[in-house]
C-alpha cells in the first residue's frame, strides 16, 4: 500500500528549544475562536467522557477508602485518590488536548479519540503525574514557581504522544520552548480564565434567588464554548511551536480519525 505523503505543519522541536517561533495573542485568540464556532461539540462529548471515566473512578476508589466524605477528609486518602485518578484519566485527556492540535491544522475530529492514545497511557500518566507535582511543589514556594511551571509545563503531555517523548524529555522541552515566550503564553490562559470568572459572576450575584437557575444555566453554556476554546488555543500553540506532521490526502478527515481512532 502506497504511503501518503507527509507534511510539517508549524514549527519544529529544533527551532522552539533556540526560541526561533512568535506568537501573537490576538491573532491566537482569534483563530481560536473560530475553530471553536466549528468543533466544539467533538471536544465538549469528549470531556463529558473523560468527567465520566473519572467519577467512576473517583467512586471505585473511594469506596475502598471508607467513602468519598472519609477519603476527602483524610489528607493521605485525598493524595492516594488523586493520584490514581490522575493516572487513569490522563491517559483520555490527552485524546481531548490531541482534538485541539488536530483542529489547528484543520482537521476534524470525534468524541472517541479519547480512547486515541492508550497505547502511550503509561507514559502519559508518569508525565501527568509528574508535571502535577511539579507545579504543587511550586505552588507552596511563594505561588510564582508553581505558575511559571503551570505555564511552561502545558504542552508537556502532546509531546509525549505526538512526538513519542519520554516523560522526563518532554517536560525538559516544554520548558525550554516556552520560557522564550512564557509571557505571552501566561497572558493567553489569563484572558481565558477571566472569560470563566466573568461567566461565573451572575452565579455569585444570584446567590440563592429565583434567578440562580439562569444563572447557572448561563455559566455552563458560556463554558461550553469557553473550555472548547482553551484546547483549541493549546492546540494552535502547540502549532505554533512544536509543529506536527499530518499525511496530505484528499480526505484529511478520513486519515485522522482512521490513524488515531480505538
Request: aromatic share 10%; net charge neutral; glycine share 6%.
Amino acid at each position: 500500500m502506497e504511503k501518503l505523503p507527509v507534511e510539517n505543519v508549524g514549527g519544529s522541536v529544533e527551532e522552539a528549544i533556540k526560541g526561533e517561533y512568535t506568537l501573537d495573542v490576538a491573532t491566537i485568540l482569534k483563530e481560536g475562536w473560530q475553530i471553536t464556532l466549528k468543533s466544539r461539540m467533538a471536544i465538549n462529548l469528549g470531556l463529558f467522557t473523560c468527567l465520566m471515566i473519572g467519577m467512576l473512578v473517583s467512586m471505585l476508589v473511594s469506596s475502598q477508602l471508607g467513602g468519598i466524605e472519609v477519603a476527602i477528609q483524610d489528607q493521605k486518602s485525598a493524595t492516594l485518590l488523586n493520584i490514581i485518578v490522575t493516572l487513569v484519566v490522563y491517559p483520555f485527556i490527552v485524546g481531548v488536548e490531541m482534538m485541539g492540535i488536530f483542529h489547528s491544522v484543520g482537521l476534524k475530529t470525534r468524541p472517541k479519540l479519547v480512547f486515541g492514545f492508550l497505547k502511550r497511557g503509561s507514559w502519559v500518566a508518569v508525565s501527568a503525574l509528574l508535571t502535577s507535582t511539579l507545579v504543587t511543589i511550586g505552588l507552596t514556594l511563594f505561588y510564582l514557581p508553581g505558575i511559571f511551571l503551570a505555564v511552561a509545563l502545558s504542552l508537556a503531555l502532546p509531546l509525549v504522544v505526538e512526538k513519542n517523548m519520554s516523560p522526563i524529555k518532554a517536560i525538559s522541552v516544554s520548558i525550554q520552548a516556552t520560557r522564550f515566550q512564557w509571557f505571552k503564553i501566561f497572558a493567553i490562559y489569563l484572558i481565558l480564565a477571566l472569560a470563566v470568572l466573568i461567566s461565573a459572576l451572575p452565579v455569585v450575584i444570584a446567590g440563592e434567588s429565583e434567578l440562580s437557575f439562569i444563572a447557572i444555566a448561563f455559566f455552563l453554556f458560556c463554558l461550553a464554548y469557553i473550555v472548547p476554546l482553551f484546547y483549541n488555543v493549546k492546540g494552535i500553540l502547540y502549532r505554533e511551536i512544536f509543529g506536527l506532521q499530518v499525511q496530505t490526502s484528499a480526505d484529511q478527515t478520513k486519515t485522522i480519525n482512521d490513524t488515531f481512532s480505538a
